[in-house]
């Protein structure tokens, strides 16, 4: 008999093909015609305005709605396998913990990573190990001990980072992961990201309405207001660029992406308020356990 094969290890890591949905009742569409590859490895920013369909998005890709049209796998498998595996890792954009919470930051990065471990079975040794090891890689170490009631948003934000880490995660999901942080913590923050990428070479999904967060933690960007939207020279996405593709104000946007890639692929036409089209149409390809899921879309 010939070996068999594991074909979702060639697979992309996000694969959106044709994607729409709209809610019940809603007279209008929140996806439309959503196209978009990522590959493995990658760290692509999803940048929009509120209520553009980003955080429906997420939901899609974490198996949490289904699509009305179109299909998505993830990791080569649908969202809901993926998530009933593990392999994605979910940061949302509001972390809380219960202020009695008794449980340490290494015990709560623990039972993420021993999730599949019987409760009355010891934690193995080499996922011990693993538990110290994204610790370490997220800064977390020095705070393990606290019980995670007592953190900070920015602790908690990398502890639950370190457990989706040592969970085996191939994929983390990042809702807004920058609001209510300054620039001196965006850029600890972006570093963080960069460490953990450049180590696990992880693949990275930023969503956020915020251009200074994109910036900071991605290397590609797909503009999501209902459509994607693509814009053909990157280092000219200023903000009268992004005004016309969103008809929105985007925080944070410099005067100049420079270096970035923007990418998004079947995207239509790049249209202004009015219609008309703003840019060219260009064809370019893009080269998730959560306790609830993202918000933000919903009519």
């Not at 179109?70 to 913990?97: C, N």
């Not at 207001?225 to 660029?241: D, K, S």
Request: net charge positive; hydrophobic share 40%; proline share 8%.
């Amino acid at each position: 008999m010939p070996p068999t094969t594991d074909t979702t290890a060639a697979a992309p890591a996000l694969e959106c093909a044709g994607v729409g949905f709209a809610y019940p009742g809603s007279p209008a569409p929140v996806l439309e015609n959503i196209t978009l590859r990522v590959e493995r490895g990658e760290r692509l920013g999803i940048l929009g305005p509120n209520g553009g369909g980003k955080s429906t998005l997420l939901r899609l890709a974490l198996g949490l709605l289904r699509g009305n049209t179109g299909t998505i796998r993830v990791l080569g498998m649908t969202p809901e396998e993926a998530r009933r595996r593990g392999v994605v890792g979910y940061v949302p954009q509001r972390l809380e913990a219960e202020l009695g919470m008794p449980m340490s930051v290494r015990e709560l990065v623990t039972l993420g990573a021993a999730w599949r471990v019987p409760p009355w079975r010891p934690v193995p040794r080499q996922t011990a190990q693993r538990v110290e090891e994204m610790l370490t890689l997220v800064g977390a170490r020095e705070f393990a001990d606290r019980p995670a009631g007592k953190l900070s948003g920015g602790q908690l934000q990398r502890a639950m980072i370190a457990r989706a880490l040592a969970a085996g995660a191939q994929m983390l999901v990042l809702d807004e992961p920058m609001v209510g942080i300054d620039a001196a913590g965006q850029r600890v923050f972006a570093d963080l990201l960069a460490r953990v990428h450049a180590q696990l070479s992880v693949t990275m999904i930023i969503v956020s309405h915020d251009l200074r967060a994109i910036v900071a933690g991605s290397d590609r960007v797909a503009c999501l207001a209902r459509r994607l939207h693509a814009h053909a020279a990157p280092q000219g996405l200023t903000p009268q660029v992004l005004a016309e593709l969103f008809s929105h104000e985007i925080a944070g946007a410099p005067g100049t992406l420079t270096g970035m890639h923007v990418h998004a692929h079947g995207a239509d036409e790049c249209c202004t308020e009015a219609g008309t089209p703003a840019h060219p149409p260009v064809q370019l390809g893009v080269s998730a356990r959560p306790k609830s899921g993202p918000e933000g879309d919903r009519p």
